[in-house]
């Protein structure tokens, strides 16, 4: 498993029924996560001392309690760091905050193998449903120029908002509002290419003519039109999944077959977790697979 466990603005406090206790810099908030199936074991002292609390609601979405933080705090949100990125974290209407924790541990894969490659050219970098922009910004830090792509406007503009809060507001990113599928089908059509690709797909969506589509039956594809737009010289391809029936392995042998036997290469894939603070355990929060040409 991949661990993220540089944060120390974030922390994963305790897990139990169902919940997460969690510290975001002063904050502490309980959000539901359906992978904790552990009962019983609420030994923090936060678990009655929070700072509010996202309740499910039967029929679909929830809400908040505020308890000891004032509600213009969690409407306005508050900034924390990870390394040398800074990001707004707002509490949202569907228990998210606008940052995965865990997703660090690929940010710093990013960082690391685009801090080696700018040192002998330039790397663009395809950022496919972009969200608010954590990816985008790694790679931009290392040196990429970055298209980031996501079908919400909303999360385009965050996603600009955490760029400023991180000093890459003048960083070579392209922010596109569009449909990730029928962006990189035009960008086949245009001949574009990029040297790496990253893709953190919802498990589920709508498609441009507001059809429902489910990640399990159109990833295979979504991969396939993914391997057109990877330059000669490219560096890796990144693809998260939190969708249950898409294991690591899943996504693995996906990239073996688009990628690997076309281009060479090899490919690792692993579940990635956050570490549990309480009781040293590690949370499992998806799970990823990474291309890499050399």
Not at 75 to 96: A, C, M, Q
């Amino acid at each position: 498993m991949w661990r993220s466990e540089d944060f120390i603005d974030y922390e994963l406090l305790d897990a139990s029924d169902g919940e997460r206790l969690e510290r975001w810099k002063d904050v502490i908030l309980i959000r539901p996560d359906p992978q904790i199936i552990w009962h019983g074991r609420r030994n923090h002292p936060m678990w009655k001392n929070y700072s509010a609390r996202y309740h499910r609601s039967k029929n679909g979405g929830g809400s908040w309690e505020f308890k000891n933080i004032k509600k213009n705090l969690l409407d306005e949100g508050w900034d924390i760091s990870y390394k040398n990125l800074k990001f707004r974290v707002r509490p949202t209407g569907f228990k998210h905050t606008g940052v995965f924790p865990e997703q660090a541990v690929n940010w710093d894969f990013a960082i690391e193998t685009i801090s080696e490659a700018v040192k002998k050219r330039p790397v663009s970098v395809l950022n496919l449903f972009a969200y608010t922009g954590g990816a985008t910004l790694a790679c931009a830090s290392a040196g990429a120029s970055v298209c980031h792509v996501d079908a919400s406007k909303g999360m385009v503009a965050w996603a600009k908002e955490n760029a400023t809060l991180s000093g890459l507001r003048e960083a070579p990113v392209r922010y596109i509002v569009d449909d990730c599928k029928k962006f990189l089908e035009r960008e086949i059509r245009r001949g574009h290419k990029y040297d790496a690709l990253i893709m953190d797909p919802p498990s589920y969506g709508r498609g441009p003519s507001g059809e429902l589509w489910r990640l399990e039956d159109d990833v295979d594809d979504l991969i396939a039109l993914c391997s057109q737009v990877i330059s000669d010289d490219a560096l890796f391809v990144l693809v998260n999944s939190y969708t249950t029936g898409l294991s690591a392995s899943t996504v693995g042998y996906l990239l073996e077959l688009h990628f690997a036997s076309k281009f060479g290469g090899r490919v690792e894939a692993q579940e990635i977790g956050i570490p549990v603070s309480t009781t040293g355990g590690t949370l499992p929060a998806g799970s990823s697979a990474r291309w890499m040409k050399n």
